[in-house]
């Protein structure tokens, strides 16, 4: 057995991401990769490499450690929240931006500004007002874009004691208008729901830059103390619970070289109030906006001189449209993608024609260079595999060297991502037989060059136990499925005690043809005497929309239907299972399954453990709530069929509730209120705060614990 060495690690290496190469970005000649990499796989400072495709050598361009001279990074509360929604786990260099021919990089640390340029590694600090939030140079390197006080601001950088132009060095071009006000942010929903992380976007020349203002004082305020810090004032912050009022979000141009001017993107606001995407690129601005009920989405151009718009693509849905990373973009040509649902395929299409096949499930765009455009998509729920397009051949799987050539680069089963410029190709490999992500470029492949893979190394820890996934396909609705077994368990043993592990909702699949960081901790579970069992059931991605849509308006019944179809089935299946002893635990979505699991069917679940799990509906936000329930005013019944707050009273079996008392994102609202009703009906139960953490509890001693504690509750609450 494992013990509890594998809850340590896995807190310590921030869930083995601590080490791994990322963030990557292509030259655009495919010569130089940059990325992100801490020295080891427990150190938490993030640094910034490249890698010279030709030679192999790799070179540290900025170690954060060095800049801060030994200092302690400082965090401003915008950056803190940044973080927060991005699911950052590191420190030191999270994130930068790269210009168009990928020379000069900019990052913000401790909350300056710094720059790189790759070429002779020359680290400089700019001065710029404080704190630097999102950085980006314009892509001729000759500005930096960021945002500081709710203002966009542009600092021209200079060379050899000369400022690029006579615009000054740092200005302001967008300023808030109000105290509620920010300029090239995201709102709460945006970045929380949108896959939104942008505020603003540079013109190809760098004269210009659309930006996004974005306007709170509609929202509600909510407030978040803390309580093991009572001399502490209580934070404050819009967040637009389902069915009251969005932020109000426009788009505007603001001009970098002259007069300072705005000019007002016009588009019906009201009646598309989501900004869910935007872009320029050199066939002009573009943004795609959505109705408040998500069912119509329009791709705008945009008239950049005078803020008029048109109509370039949409797309309705009785249910909701879905919104797919990557999208829209347009190629070289300026040919626009976007994604369309067809004959129950999500396709890619390229000006509204599906280039796709038909049965593939697109799941998002990775990358264009030039009139290629890779696609991640599937066609089997357990594996993602990398397609791409061209115009003069068609949508084929990635492939090694040129796209158009021999020898299937994803054929092995498991989650691949890639990004390609030049013909390069940077591809993210993870499988059932190794840990980790492999980080192989593939140069341009040519007789003369003779230039083959590479592998990005990987200073990543191995982790100290093998998951022994076993994936399996359930039942008439094929329910796919992780099954962990403990490693000395063999036929013939006494039947376990069954854990069921999953998430279930609709913004993952956890049952997948990889070592994700979840397996290790379903396995752990396994070796102290558990078979654990994950399920993805209705609602979850890479099904079609059908799929998806099965949850709409009902996101209780059909998802608790199918965990418990799947146990059943696994249980016929694999005489081992003990249903007489079956627990669930889940955090978020899974928290909220795993609360719903033991108030409605207590004949087959015996204890569950939720965290952070939502319990009242209306207490989560409009974009993601919205789209599965509606409007609470449309259908109030939707609201409560899917809040078990409604249902304490039914609660018969042990429950341990679990929030981090930071939580902005599920508000330990949801937590008190539930045990507020569970104690009204005389409903025993047992909660743990968690001061100070948030949605994501990174801290190693509460990640470490929080397992161990997870543990104990379990062994207390099933029957032996």
């Known amino acids: 057995m494992s013990g509890p060495s594998l809850p340590r690690q896995l807190a310590r290496t921030r869930r083995f991401t601590l080490g791994a190469p990322g963030k990557v970005t292509l030259s655009p000649d495919g010569a130089t990769v940059v990325f992100l990499r801490s020295r080891a796989g427990d150190d938490p400072v993030s ?57 000069l990089l900019a990052f913000a640390l401790s909350g300056r500004l710094w720059t790189v340029r790759v070429s002779n590694g020359e680290v400089r600090p700019v001065a710029a007002a404080e704190p630097v939030l999102d950085p980006r140079p314009d892509p001729a390197g000759r500005r930096v874009a960021y945002v500081s006080g709710g203002a966009l601001r542009v600092v021209t950088l200079e060379h050899g004691g000369i400022l690029e132009d006579a615009g000054g ?23 929380e729901s949108m896959g939104r992380h942008r505020g603003y976007w540079w013109s190809p020349d760098g004269t210009r830059l659309l930006v996004a203002r974005v306007d709170t004082s509609p929202v509600r305020r909510w407030h978040l103390a803390d309580p093991a810090e009572p001399s502490r004032p209580a934070g ?18 603001a001009d970098t070289v002259g007069e300072a001017a705005l000019t007002p993107v016009a588009w019906d606001a009201k009646g598309f109030e989501y900004l869910t995407e935007a872009g320029w690129d050199d066939a002009g601005p573009y943004a795609s906006v959505q109705t408040r009920d998500q069912r119509h989405v329009q791709v705008l151009g945009l008239d950049p001189d005078t803020g008029a718009t048109r109509v370039l693509a949409e ?43 038909p049965g593939l499930q697109l799941l998002g765009v990775l990358s264009v260079d030039g009139r290629t455009v890779l696609f991640a998509a599937t066609d089997e729920p357990t594996r993602t595999d990398v397609w791409s397009y061209h115009p003069d051949t068609g949508a084929h799987p990635l ?43 593939h140069p341009v492949s040519s007789p003369a060059s003779g230039s083959g893979p590479m592998e990005i190394v990987s200073y990543a820890q191995r982790p100290v136990l093998e998951p022994r996934t076993e994936l399996l396909t359930l039942g008439p609705r094929e329910l796919r499925a992780a099954l962990f077994l403990p490693s000395w368990h063999r036929p013939g043993d006494a039947p376990l005690p069954v854990l069921m592990d999953p998430y279930g909702g609709p913004a993952l699949r ?61 249980a016929a299946r694999r005489p081992g299972l003990d249903l007489s002893r079956v627990a669930i635990r889940g955090w978020s979505f899974g928290g909220y399954l795993a609360a719903l699991a033991v108030l409605r069917r207590p004949d087959v679940f015996h204890a569950a453990i939720a965290g952070a799990p939502v319990t009242d509906q209306r207490l989560y936000d409009t974009h993601w709530r919205e789209r ?71 801290e190693e001693s509460v990640a470490e614990n929080l397992l161990l504690h997870q543990l104990g509750f379990l062994r207390r609450a099933l029957p032996s």
């Open 47 to 103: 640094c910034l490499w490249a890698l010279d495709v030709a030679t192999g050598r790799e070179r540290l361009l900025a170690d954060p450690r060095a800049l801060l001279v030994g200092a302690d990074e400082r965090l401003s509360p915008e950056e803190l929240t940044r973080r927060q929604r991005a699911g950052e786990l590191s420190s030191g260099i999270v994130v930068y931006a790269a210009d168009a021919a990928c020379e």
């Open 169 to 191: 060095a740092d200005r302001a071009v967008a300023v808030p208008d109000g105290p509620q006000v920010t300029f090239g942010l995201p709102e709460h929903v945006a970045s």
């Open 236 to 253: 404050s912050f819009p967040y637009p619970s389902a069915g009251t009022a969005n932020a109000e979000v426009s788009l505007w141009i």
């Open 315 to 357: 797309q309705r849905d009785d249910a909701w449209v879905e919104l797919l990373p990557g999208l829209p973009v347009r190629d070289s040509a300026g040919v626009l993608f976007t994604g369309g649902d067809v004959g129950g395929t999500r396709r890619l299409l390229a000006d509204g024609v599906p280039v796709s096949p």
């Open 399 to 441: 492939t090694a060297g040129p796209v158009t050539g021999d020898g299937l680069l994803t054929a092995e089963a498991g989650v691949h991502s890639a990004v390609l410029s030049g013909g390069t190709t940077v591809l993210f490999s993870r499988t059932l037989d190794r840990p980790g992500t492999r980080v192989t470029v």
């Open 510 to 570: 956890k049952v997948t043809a990889e070592r994700a960081w979840w397996t290790y901790v379903s396995q752990w579970f396994a070796e102290q005497g558990f078979a654990v069992l994950a399920i993805d059931g209705r609602g979850t991605p890479g099904r079609g929309p059908a799929w998806e849509r099965e949850i709409h308006l009902d996101l209780a019944g059909p998802v608790l239907d199918d965990q418990v179809e799947g146990l059943r089935e696994a």
């Open 628 to 698: 599965h329930l509606g409007h609470p005013d449309e259908h109030p019944e939707a609201y409560d069929r899917c809040s078990p707050v409604l249902e304490a009273a039914s609660l018969t079996r042990p429950l341990l509730l679990i929030h981090g008392l930071a939580d902005d994102n599920v508000a330990p609202a949801h937590t008190l209120r539930m045990s507020a009703a569970l104690l009204a009906a005389g409903r025993p139960h047992e909660v743990l705060p968690l001061p100070g953490t948030t949605h994501l509890p990174a």
